[in-house]
């Protein structure tokens, strides 16, 4: 891995597991298998090898090469597991990541004037949100859908309807 690299975040370690240094995570990819597909990734931005991943009821748990020791793990805690964007699999279409939508500008889908910038992308079970941080500063929660926010060229026009 090199630097430069756009990282896109998979996890992030939430404590120690047992005496032998492997990592309790909590998973922002699909799942553990997804993680799991990936044989290097940046720890804190260190490069370490993924070694095993396995799913549990809060997440995953992890063996990194390194780390053999509780005490190691537990200095882990925080640090999170990235891997280039172009480590990811291939999308199909109409498929995104919620990484390729953050930072896109959002301008109203009326006029064209600039809105602000996509923060946050949220999942509450009913279709991803964009939380859009506006230029004053406030941050509002557009529904992801046609219509309403649309993925245009290199960015989003928003129906200022749903800004207020």
Not at 70 to 82: C, M, N, P
Request: proline residues 5%; hydrophobic residues 45%; negative net charge.
């Amino acid at each position: 891995m090199s630097g430069g690299e756009r990282l896109v975040t998979l996890a992030a370690v939430v404590g120690a597991h047992g005496v032998t240094g492997e990592v309790k995570l909590k998973l922002f990819a699909e799942s553990a298998e997804s993680l799991a597909a990936h044989e290097r990734v940046l720890v804190g931005g260190r490069e370490m090898r993924l070694r095993a991943v396995r799913a549990n009821p809060r997440g995953a748990t992890a063996r990194l090469d390194g780390v053999g020791d509780r005490d190691t793990a537990e200095a882990l805690r925080g640090a999170v597991l990235q891997v280039p964007r172009d480590a990811l699999p291939p999308l199909g279409e109409g498929e995104y990541y919620h990484a390729d939508l953050l930072g896109l500008s959002c301008r109203a889908a009326t006029d064209g004037t600039p809105l602000g910038a996509v923060a946050a992308v949220e999942n509450f079970g009913a279709g991803d949100l964009l939380e859009i941080e506006l230029a004053d500063g406030r941050r509002v929660l557009v529904p992801f859908r046609p219509g309403v926010a649309d993925w245009v060229g290199e960015g989003i026009a928003v129906d200022p309807a749903f800004l207020e």
